[in-house]
């Protein structure tokens, strides 16, 4: 009969507890500063001759962290007027009204880009 003795293993699995705390803790960091670059990228395409004529809708588009657990960090970006869907999408009502993408172009354009904020957040505790 073969005997082993393993030593240690408590600590050790406090250890990856305490590494996947961090990981989950960077990875929303990591949301966060892409929201926020993606802020910026939509302000700047809505800039670019939208007719937007007062700037609250530019000023009201906002990211954020919705939801952080063990496997999951989801996020948001949106603007909180009540036209920005139909400048967004479109009017179904109003044909007229054809949709001016401004938020998923900045996610479209920098899918790139946000890997590379989140990955370089989570590389902060590897």
């Given at each position: 009969?073969?005997?082993?003795?393993?030593?240690g293993?408590?600590?050790?699995?406090?250890?990856?507890?305490?590494?996947?705390?961090?990981?989950?803790?960077?990875?929303?960091?990591?949301?966060?500063?892409?929201?926020?670059?993606?802020?910026?990228?939509?302000?700047?395409?809505?800039?670019?001759?939208?007719?937007?004529?007062?700037?609250?809708?530019?000023?009201?588009?906002?990211?954020?962290?919705?939801?952080?657990?063990?496997?999951?960090?989801?996020?948001?970006?949106?603007?909180?007027?009540?036209?920005?869907?139909?400048?967004?999408l479109?009017?179904?009502?109003?044909?007229?009204?054809?949709?001016?993408?401004?938020?998923?172009?900045?996610?479209?354009?920098?899918?790139?880009?946000?890997?590379?904020?989140?990955?370089?957040?989570?590389?902060?505790?590897?």
């Amino acid at each position: 009969m073969i005997k082993y003795n393993l030593e240690g293993l408590d600590k050790s699995l406090k250890g990856l507890d305490k590494l996947c705390v961090k990981l989950e803790t960077n990875a929303a960091r990591g949301l966060q500063k892409a929201l926020f670059f993606l802020e910026k990228k939509s302000k700047r395409i809505l800039h670019k001759g939208y007719g937007l004529k007062t700037g609250t809708m530019k000023r009201s588009i906002k990211g954020r962290v919705l939801e952080q657990k063990k496997d999951i960090v989801r996020g948001a970006l949106g603007a909180n007027t009540e036209y920005a869907a139909i400048q967004e999408l479109g009017s179904a009502k109003n044909p007229k009204r054809k949709a001016k993408p401004y938020l998923w172009p900045a996610v479209e354009k920098n899918l790139e880009n946000i890997e590379k904020i989140m990955a370089e957040e989570i590389k902060k505790i590897i």
